[in-house]
Each structure stands twice: as structure tokens, then as C-alpha cells.
């Protein structure tokens, strides 16, 4: 069976992301189709072997079913030309980064912003990648801004948040640009803010300029003022 140019944007999203929900795909491919679209390709996409179910993602903080999260199948790795295996487990990393990126595209259809430029896994030389970068237009302030973004599940130690930290240090030094992007750790709960602004208050001052960390739930207006 032929693949229409709406497959293959929900082969190379997914792969972009290494998993979506359905929930994901649904807002970014189908949002002018009624609801049971989406889940008739999505499921003709598994019974081909182009893309997996994973499983589905928990709702809420005692972790209900949600949706069904998928990834690359069979097919689709080697449509794509991808390499490695299949995931047995929900990646949740991966599905709040899609919540980030989503957070950004429904604030550019209500015009507050206008993503110019984005990527998921942003190589920043010399050591880090940054999990998402993305560039803005904010058109009623008339200005241009960049970010790396941080995903933060409050799962890594302080050791951890500081190595980072210290990596992107290591390219603001190697930057040869008159604009070193902020660094903006993107977080679910207040607590988990606390804490890494805590860390961040232990930082040299000029380390301390770059990093920012916000809730998900505050990112757009946050960075609308920054």
C-alpha cells in the first residue's frame, strides 16, 4: 500500500521525537480531521509495521492509562534508513519534549510568537546536546530570540544538572557569536523549580545570567518577558 505525504510526516515526526502519543500526532497532523481519523491511519500504520505501540502513557500523578504511545516500527526504521532497536518502554523524556514543542506551536496559531527555527537533540560543540533548541520571532515586542531547552522529569541529581550546566559553559567559551542563547530548564512541579533554582544560585554570576528554569504550564508568557 502507498504511503500518503501525511504517513510520512507522522514517520518523520515520530522518528524526531523517537516516540509521540497519539494525542501528539493527532494535534500536529489531524487537527482539521474529526477524531477518528488519526486513530484509523495510526492503526493501519501499525498493522503495516511502519510505526509501534509502545505502550500508553500515565495520566496523572497515579498514573492512569492514557493514550497509546508509538515509535518507528520495523517499516518505518528501514523506510528512514534508522538505525538500532525497538524501545520496550515509554519513553517519558521524549513525550514531554513533544509537550514542549506543542506548548510553542499552540501559542504561534494564538500569535504570541512565531517559531522560526527548531530541533529536537541540538548538537551545542563541544560536548552537550541540548533537547530542544528553538528560535523565535515575538513580533509585538519586534524582536528575535534563541533557546536551548532543558526537559527536566526531576530525575537527575544535582551532579548531574551542574555537569550539564558546565557544558554549555565550555561552548559560551567557544562561542564566537555576539549571542549565546539562554539556557531554560523546563519542569513539571514547583518543587522540582525550587530545587534547580537553588543550584543555580550556588553558580558563578555570569553562569548564573544563562540559566533560566521554568513550569511548563509558565514557559510562553516566561519567555515572552525574557
Known sequence: MELTQRDYE????????????STHLTEMLFAD???SVPDKVLGRLV????L???????????GGAGAFVYQLGRAGRLLLGVEGRLSPNVNN????IADTYLELRRAEKKGVLAVTAWEVERLVPPSIRADLYVA????????SSAYFLEIDLSTEQPARIREKVAGYWRAV????????????????HQVRKNELARIFRQLPEEQQEMM????????????TRL
Do not use: C, N, W
Open 10 to 21: 507522522a514517520l518523520k515526526l515520530t522518528h524526531t521525537f523517537s516516540q509521540l502519543a
Open 212 to 223: 533560566r528554569v521554568f513550569r511548563i504550564r509558565e514557559l510562553i508568557p516566561e519567555l
Open 93 to 96: 523524556h521524549a513525550l514531554m
Open 136 to 143: 523565535l520571532d515575538f513580533a509585538h515586542d519586534h524582536r
Open 47 to 50: 498493522r503495516l509495521g511502519y
Open 33 to 35: 480531521r474529526s477524531h
Open 52 to 62: 509501534s505501540r509502545v505502550g500508553r502513557r500515565a495520566t496523572g500523578e497515579r
Open 173 to 188: 567559551e567557544m562561542s564566537t557569536a555576539d549571542y549565546f542563547p539562554y539556557v531554560v530548564f523546563v519542569v513539571k
